[in-house]
């Protein structure tokens, strides 16, 4: 009992840390802007910052909680995103006070996205490896492609949804479009700000930490370590399969209400929404430490700002962000450079020097 | 343990990009004093559409070095900056904050429409002047900070309808597009819209998308089957290009139509010519048409080693707009000690009286709503070059 | 559409499934390349779409800027693509092998980052119109209703060819029996005296060598050529490869022409927008069918 009390001693210690990190950067930012030492492109980078922390730290719930490969994840944040855009808009005379407006959208964005969650959820998890992966792509896939070209309206007879044109809606003249095909919908109220999108980090993290030092988060790991010895044990492994999944999918929805209400702008593209967006997330994730949530906000940040900081190289940018990131990759994944840091880790090194005592049980 | 190095790699990587930042902010003190204006624009340089953002940069790099070298903007020497955007809102907004960085006066951008919409929220807020050489979507000018070089979409595909119509090319049109593309659905809606007023009847619309465009055997197919006397192209040229060879290889011949999207399309490295005989296109641009002043510019273009393929339209357009925003800047009299926010209110107005012969129009003016007054030619490929018609 | 005669409808039918079949051949060829690296390798290699790419443009810029016969820049390409494979493997792979296979799959996407970026410096921002190297008369059928390119001819005879010689090569070659075995058990076929990391290098070259084939073949049918032409195929010659079961040789056949009829017959009968939509539908009812693909092997969990 004495070593479990101690492992979760540790567990909110380190979780400590985590959100002191986050708390920290955001004083920091904001001292900054008050000081009027924050540069613009910085400034107009906090948000996406946080967005992109939350996607990785919930994609990482599927990833290293769960066990199981996603690459639908933009798919989950382009429903947030549209559900909460749609919300937003339609309530925009309504409800004038922003302070009310954003967390319902957040809430609606984040509802929508955990719905579709367990909706796909129920026959991707049956999947397993590789196939997993595959459908959670396609299904990724099928909601861009959708989103990104049907047309909706809505006049006083009711709502109409076309996936040819704007006219085939045939809408009555007092008709509103809403959603204007590929051209999505072109003012969403900016209600984003960096206060709110490091409260919602800070409740990404907190939800994700508490849930895996749960008994539900638990449950969830050992079916990731063995499913057949916690089936064995009595665990229903759909239902918690599925509970990490919709959680998941409701951050990554809450994301993506970040991404439209801080843009003001929202279509549905390869860029933002396709797989790409998705693997760009796993490489956070992958980056970040499997499982290590800390991990996977540092590195969403600095995957996210590098590209934009690397700009002084013009066209030659993105080529070398390719190359950062076999070097990052290979650096911190292949075996020997693991050997390399064991070798010079400055924890042994000062463990070294102050006990004196043989280097620790390498596991 | 892994877990300790991987803390001290996060922590160097992290205070590289702590410093990286402070770098970025020391750097735009300076420079307020020389004698210049500076122009940022920003564009697809990398990515799918990486050609019309460097076609964009080489049209206005091309004015910029003529203007500086005739004595620049009412003294000042112009300041050219172009950053890539990949085609996506929200990098484009990166892009703009990075050029408020650099000290941008005023915005030529952006190339594409989606990034543009996004864009413009910020001018608007800012208060700084844009003007977009081919951002074509409706609301992209809703602000009245912005204007337009090019056609609006919907502009596009009423001309082209009324057009197909008044000249009776056909009764019977189909039309493939890109309903991924907010350029192509958006001259779709419209040319619908106005083809029912005309009379045209659609007897097919196709569409591809982004992640679908090597395979139009279908979409062909079923205009084909249709009877379709003629076939709207709202597409891009390099497209058309591969729409125009597999229509050839099932043996499909029919008359071609496209938008300003098509020009280019000769100069496609490996396109044989010959297939596209006969298309028609309503452009204000066409690289081979014979007036003086593409003539000129095709010249300059090309003199100044810019890849050949890269000139189409929307370095035309760009190399206006660095023309355009010369002649409203004389207009208003901007000076160097103007703000950014000063020079836009001074645009403002100016915009609206002045008219401005260039590559893509004579005689163009601007309405306060940002939208452009010019006409658009309509050319047709004859023995492997354009050739006017009425 | 109502006009039209039955007889018509059919013709129309059968000239579509021709279409279908033939770029679910090209997308054949790319998941043999596939699924061979994954059943060697165990990894997947997103960055094999892009070798595609290079392909193309390897056989284009020799046909068209130094006049090179169309056939002897295939074999160039082919050498080409084949050292491009194996460096891409010696330089970004090797060194990750014993990584989580999610590591190698992040370096594969930042190597087809590269490509593509690299593609878009060497050969320029504006796409190029391939110009095809299959040149016979096509075949008329029906009175000249049915047309079949000579392309798409070339394309289901090759990719035939292409998989009967790799299943031969796989089964009854020492080389070909040692991908087997390491695919099977990687230790074992180390202790067992077969060089594990000369077979997955010989894997790659194969693997890369059919790449070249594929980009001149899709690019024959399908003009366009850009930088990115090789990522949007390569996705789906991998969802080809799941569907038929991935590692499996046959499966990645049966897979690809799978998905290139869907494909066809569903942009157009069903929708022209929705296509990309319609294959990934018919995967996920497949794959929740027969959860390891079309051909997939079964695997038995131990305890």
């Known amino acids: 009992m004495k070593t479990k009390s101690r492992r979760l001693g540790k567990n909110t210690k380190n979780d400590l840390i985590t959100y002191g990190i986050v708390i920290a950067a955001f004083v920091v930012a904001e001292v900054m802007q008050a000081t009027g030492s924050m540069s613009s492109l910085l400034r107009g980078l906090l948000v996406p910052l946080c967005m992109y922390s939350i996607l990785a730290v919930s994609l990482n719930l599927t990833v290293g909680v769960l066990g199981e490969l996603s690459l639908g994840h933009a798919g989950f944040m382009c429903i947030g995103a549209y559900a909460s855009s749609i919300f937003s808009v339609c309530t925009r005379e309504t409800i004038t006070e922003v302070w009310i407006r954003f967390p319902l959208a957040i809430l609606v964005g984040g509802i929508f996205a955990a719905i579709f969650g367990f909706l796909i959820g129920i026959p991707v998890l049956r999947l397993k490896g590789d196939y997993l992966a595959i459908v959670t792509l396609a299904f990724g896939e099928i909601i861009k492609n959708i989103l990104g070209s049907v047309y909706v309206g809505y006049d006083a007879n009711g709502v109409y949804v076309s996936l040819e044109s704007e006219s085939s809606l045939a809408m009555g003249a007092d008709g509103t479009l809403l959603i204007n095909g590929p051209l999505g919908l072109s003012d969403v109220p900016l209600d984003a700000n960096f206060i709110i999108a490091t409260v919602l980090l800070l409740l990404t993290l907190f939800v994700v930490l508490n849930f895996m030092n749960s008994r539900s988060g638990r449950a969830v790991m050992s079916i990731r370590d063995n499913r057949i010895a916690a089936e064995s044990v009595g665990i229903n492994i759909t239902k918690y399969k599925l509970i990490a999944f919709t959680l998941s999918a409701f951050f990554a929805g809450i994301a993506g209400v970040l991404y439209s209400h801080n843009l003001g702008y929202l279509a549905a593209k390869s860029s933002n929404f396709g797989y790409n967006q998705s693997i760009m997330i796993l490489v956070f994730v992958v980056l970040g430490g499997i499982g290590k949530m800390r991990g996977s906000v540092i590195a969403a940040c600095i995957l996210t700002a590098l590209p934009e900081l690397l700009r002084e190289l013009n066209d030659y940018r993105m080529l070398i962000y390719a190359i950062a990131l076999i070097i990052m990759m290979i650096a911190t994944a292949s075996p020997k450079a693991n050997a390399f840091w064991e070798a010079h880790s400055l924890k042994k090194f000062i463990s070294a020097k102050k006990e004196n005592k043989p280097a620790k049980e390498v596991q | 343990m892994k877990k300790s190095m991987k803390k001290i790699l996060a922590v160097v990587l992290a205070l590289t990009v702590v410093l990286a930042c402070f770098a970025a902010c020391g750097k735009n003190d300076g420079g307020e004093t020389d004698n210049v204006i500076k122009i940022g624009s920003i564009g697809p340089l990398t990515g799918d559409n990486a050609v019309y953002g460097t076609a964009v940069r080489n049209g206005a790099e091309l004015a910029v070095k003529e203007i500086n070298a005739a004595g620049g903007i009412n003294g000042m020497q112009i300041e050219f900056k172009m950053e890539d955007d990949v085609c996506d809102a929200e990098k484009s907004v990166n892009a703009y904050n990075n050029l408020i960085d650099w000290g941008m006066d005023i915005l030529v951008g952006t190339v594409t429409t989606g990034a543009c919409l996004a864009v413009a929220k910020k001018t608007a807020a800012d208060n700084i002047f844009q003007l977009t050489p081919s951002a074509s979507g409706d609301d992209v000018v809703s602000s009245d900070n912005c204007f337009q070089v090019c056609f609006t979409n919907s ?236 | 559409m109502l006009s039209l005669c039955l007889g018509c409808r059919k013709l129309t039918f059968i000239s579509n499934l021709i279409s279908g079949i033939s770029l679910g051949g090209i997308y054949a060829v790319i998941a043999l390349g596939y699924t061979m690296v994954y059943g060697i390798a165990k990894m997947l290699n997103f960055a094999h779409g892009d070798v595609i790419m290079v392909g193309s443009y390897v056989v284009f810029m020799l046909t068209t800027k130094a006049g090179v016969n169309p056939y002897l820049a295939l074999v160039i390409s082919m050498v080409a693509c084949t050292l491009l494979g194996m460096t891409i493997e010696r330089f970004a792979y090797k060194p990750l092998r014993g990584a989580s296979p999610l590591a190698v799959l992040i370096t594969a996407i930042g190597v087809s980052y590269f490509l593509q970026n690299a593609a878009m410096h060497l050969f320029g921002t504006q796409a190029k119109n391939f110009t095809s190297i299959i040149n016979f008369e096509p075949i008329s059928l029906a009175g000249g209703q049915i047309v079949i390119s000579d392309e798409t001819v070339v394309t289901i005879a090759v990719s035939v060819v292409i998989m009967i010689a790799l299943t031969l090569f796989v089964n009854k070659t020492k080389p070909g029996r040692a991908m087997l075995a390491v695919s099977e058990d990687r230790g074992a076929a180390q202790l067992m005296g077969i060089n594990v990391n000369g077979t997955i290098a010989l894997t790659f070259a194969i693997g890369s060598a059919l790449a070249a084939v594929a980009g001149v073949l899709l690019c024959s049918t399908y003009p366009l050529l850009s930088s990115t032409t090789g990522a949007m195929p390569g996705i789906k010659a991998f969802v080809a490869a799941v569907l038929g079961g991935i590692g499996s040789i046959p499966g990645a056949m049966i897979g690809g022409l799978v998905i290139g009829v869907i494909e066809i017959l569903g942009r157009s009968y069903i929708s022209s927008q929705m296509a990309d939509a319609i294959v990934f539908a018919v995967l996920i009812v497949v794959l929740l069918v027969k959860p390891t693909g079309i051909l997939g092997k079964k695997y038995v969990e131990k305890v």
Request: net charge negative; aromatic share 10%; charged share 25%.
């Open chain 2, 155 to 390: 502009n596009q595909g009423s001309a082209s309808a009324d057009y197909i119509a008044d000249n009776a090319l056909a009764k019977k049109v189909a039309v493939i597009y890109d309903s991924s593309s907010d350029y192509s659905a958006g001259i779709y809606n419209s040319f619908k819209a106005e083809a029912a007023v005309k009379g045209l009847e659609i007897v097919a619309a196709e569409a591809f998308t982004a992640d679908s465009k090597t395979d139009f055997t279908s979409q062909l197919s079923k205009a084909k089957n249709a009877g379709a006397e003629l076939v709207f192209l709202p597409i891009y040229a390099a497209e058309a290009a591969s729409i125009l060879k597999q229509a050839n290889d099932m043996g499909f011949k029919t008359q071609f139509f496209g938008c300003d999207g098509l020009d280019g399309m000769l100069d496609i490295d490996g396109f044989d010519g010959k297939l596209a005989e006969g298309t028609m296109l309503l452009t204000p641009f066409a690289k081979n048409a014979s007036d003086d002043t593409t003539k000129k510019f095709v010249a300059a273009y090309e003199a100044a080693g810019y890849a050949d393929d890269e000139l189409n339209q929307f370095a035309a357009d760009a190399y206006d707009a660095i023309y355009i925003i010369k002649a409203a800047a004389e207009k208003a009299g901007v000076t160097k000690e103007m703000s950014a926010s000063e020079i836009c209110d001074a645009l403002k107005g100016a915009m609206t009286q002045i008219s401005v012969d260039g590559v893509t129009g004579s005689a163009m003016s601007w309405k306060a709503t940002g939208e452009v007054n010019k006409g658009p030619k309509a050319v047709k490929i004859v023995n492997g070059a354009y050739s006017a018609m009425e």
